[in-house]
């Protein structure tokens, strides 16, 4: 079936430093990939999707893009800000059906002032 | 656009009791799907409306839990005979079925607490 990997964490940052957190995927036919992230206190909402290979998705200043041949969609920032302490999903759905989301382990992130 | 809603946000109970679940859907979305989060994983899917059809279920919805959608607006999850595994935060998202890479907006959670 349908999964995804994400890097482990807790990972924690400096405000300014450069941010990776990688995603692979494992998937049938040509799924749909996105960046979901939780903020203290809130629900999941989407940060950015690709729906194709080669797209790239980007929301705030951060992006992924969809590399099929590797199986990945690794969020990346140039550089971070306290305010982006939450915690990151990376998630996929098939193209039919339900659609529904097939979720990582999520990656809590730390920025530190 | 008020968001999705879930009421309760938080629920405790004693094993063995039977808890219900709402969630109130953006308006005009025709999807609805729920989800089950446990501490330090994922959302993991558990079922899915197209209006008032449930077209999927997941293995980890049990005989205990039964998911409507009377009308295609709103849903309810009901839990029968809880169990201490059923402790765990319970989500609702919502669609608009319009190709794919489909945002799913979601809800607050229900927080579930089974003593």
């Known amino acids: 079936g349908n999964s995804v990997t994400q890097m482990e964490g807790p990972v924690t940052l400096s405000e300014e430093a450069f941010l990776t957190i990688n995603c692979t995927y494992t998937?049938?036919?040509?799924?749909?990939l996105f960046w979901y992230v939780q903020y203290p206190g809130e629900g999941l909402q989407l940060l950015l999707k690709a729906t194709k290979a080669d797209d790239k998705g980007s929301n705030k200043g951060f992006e992924a893009t969809y590399r099929k041949e590797t199986t990945s969609f690794h969020l990346e920032k140039g550089s971070v800000q306290v305010s982006d302490s939450a915690v990151y999903f990376c998630?996929?759905?098939?193209?039919?059906?339900?659609?529904?989301?097939?979720f990582g382990q999520g990656t809590r992130l730390t920025i530190n002032p | 656009d008020t968001g999705v809603s879930q009421n309760p946000r938080h629920k405790i109970t004693k094993r063995g009791q039977n808890v219900t679940f709402r969630c109130d859907p953006i308006?005009?979305?025709?999807?609805l799907y729920w989800y089950r989060q446990t501490l330090g994983q994922g959302p993991e899917f558990l079922t899915y409306f197209q209006n008032e059809a449930q077209l999927e279920k997941s293995r980890l919805l049990s005989d205990r839990f039964s998911a409507e959608r009377p009308k295609g607006s709103f849903s309810t999850l009901e839990i029968q005979r809880t169990e201490q595994g059923d402790s765990a935060m319970y989500l609702c998202a919502s669609s608009l079925a319009r190709g794919t890479g489909v945002e799913q907006y979601f809800g607050p959670g229900t927080r579930l607490t089974v003593t």
């Open positions: 308006s005009e979305h025709n999807r």
């Open positions: 998630a996929l759905s098939s193209s039919g059906g339900a659609q529904k989301l097939v």
């Open positions: 998937a049938t036919g040509y799924p749909s």
